[in-house]
């Protein structure tokens, strides 16, 4: 029995990415059951699967249901421990754990106001200050890791892990909505913009499913930064 991922819609879903990435990562292929957001209730159809309510979840090979994004990759990690989802240097690791920890946790107010929408890209965007200070704290600890491991490589802790993938999604929200930011943090968002993985990612996001008008905001748009 392979893994089994299931997922929510790829364009606005941005614990599904974390999950799928996760296995990208690995390079393991799981079979994807995508839970359609327009059809009914994402616990409803989870059912088969239960306690799992909510996307992203795993199934395990030998039937272990999962489903939490951090307990999936601290999970995947202990069972594929050379794939390299968290660095072996164990300083680099537990900064790792604190950054994916804070963000799993953390930073209600900009995932409250920026879902992410990788179908959409806004200009002029008009954000609350509780936004705004999720924004500066979200940048002060990504310039500490960069600070510690830029000379390891562009990701938060030089090599791409766990961490980088938590806040993937942070990313697209950060130039989906227009945010300024520091040359640090906007030169991590670009690596994650340019990133195969995540453009493979946006590129199902573009061609499955519907555009959904709750996702809307009320402010002019963009191009998609990097797109043509």
Same mark, same amino acid.
């Given at each position: 029995?392979?893994?089994?991922?299931?997922?929510?819609?790829? +364009?606005? %879903?941005?614990? %599904?990415?974390?999950?799928?990435?996760?296995?990208?990562?690995?390079?393991?292929?799981?079979?994807?059951?995508?839970?359609?957001?327009?059809? +009914?209730?994402?616990?409803?159809?989870?059912?088969?699967?239960?306690?799992?309510?909510?996307?992203?979840?795993?199934?395990?090979?030998?039937?272990?249901?999962?489903?939490?994004?951090?307990?999936?990759?601290?999970?995947?990690?202990?069972?594929?421990?050379?794939?390299?989802?968290?660095?072996?240097?164990?300083?680099?690791?537990?900064?790792?754990? +604190?950054?994916?920890?804070?963000?799993? &946790?953390?930073?209600?107010?900009?995932?409250?106001?920026?879902?992410?929408?990788?179908?959409?890209?806004?200009?002029?965007?008009?954000? &609350?200050?509780?936004?705004?200070?999720?924004?500066?704290?979200?940048?002060?600890?990504?310039?500490?890791?960069?600070?510690?491991?830029?000379?390891?490589?562009?990701?938060?802790?030089?090599?791409?892990?766990? +961490?980088?993938?938590?806040?993937?999604?942070?990313?697209?929200?950060?130039?989906?909505?227009?945010?300024?930011?520091?040359?640090?943090?906007?030169?991590?968002?670009?690596?994650?913009? &340019?990133?195969?993985?995540?453009?493979?990612?946006?590129?199902?996001?573009?061609?499955?499913?519907?555009?959904?008008?709750?996702?809307?905001?009320?402010?002019?748009?963009?191009?998609?930064?990097?797109?043509?």
């Amino acid at each position: 029995m392979d893994y089994e991922l299931f997922i929510g819609d790829y +364009a606005y %879903s941005s614990w %599904s990415l974390r999950g799928w990435l996760l296995f990208r990562k690995l390079d393991i292929a799981p079979k994807i059951c995508l839970v359609d957001f327009h059809k +009914a209730k994402v616990a409803d159809q989870l059912a088969d699967i239960a306690p799992a309510r909510t996307v992203p979840a795993m199934r395990t090979p030998e039937g272990t249901v999962i489903w939490d994004s951090l307990a999936m990759a601290e999970e995947l990690h202990s069972r594929h421990p050379d794939g390299g989802l968290w660095p072996t240097d164990p300083a680099a690791r537990g900064l790792g754990r +604190a950054l994916a920890a804070e963000m799993h &946790s953390g930073f209600t107010a900009l995932r409250g106001e920026c879902p992410m929408n990788l179908r959409t890209a806004y200009c002029d965007v008009t954000l &609350s200050d509780a936004t705004h200070s999720d924004i500066a704290r979200i940048e002060t600890i990504w310039t500490h890791a960069r600070r510690l491991y830029a000379d390891k490589g562009p990701w938060l802790l030089g090599e791409y892990s766990i +961490a980088d993938i938590a806040f993937a999604p942070v990313a697209a929200r950060f130039a989906g909505y227009d945010v300024t930011l520091s040359d640090v943090a906007q030169h991590y968002v670009e690596t994650h913009l &340019s990133d195969p993985w995540f453009q493979e990612w946006r590129d199902m996001g573009l061609r499955i499913g519907e555009t959904l008008t709750r996702y809307a905001k009320p402010f002019d748009t963009k191009p998609w930064p990097g797109s043509v």
